[in-house]
């Protein structure tokens, strides 16, 4: 029963800390654009989503293999 909050809270604080950081990442770009150059911010756009979007990829992967292991036994 506990366990089951806190894994559904941590997986909401792992929602939340995942847009965040994706809103964060876009913020920084579009000043990038204007203050380094356009091509430098939307490297730094292209670049900075693509690995948010992976590290959070893993991080949610690993949480349903332990689901599926969990609920297998």
Known sequence: MIKDIVITFGRLILDIVAALSFIV???VSIV???S?????????LISSFVALF???????LLI?????????V
């Open 25 to 27: 990442a876009f913020i």
């Open 32 to 34: 990038a654009m204007f």
């Open 36 to 44: 380094v150059g356009f091509f430098s911010g939307l490297f730094t």
């Open 54 to 60: 992976l590290s959070f990829f893993i991080i949610y």
């Open 64 to 72: 349903d293999i332990r689901d599926a292991l969990v609920n297998r």
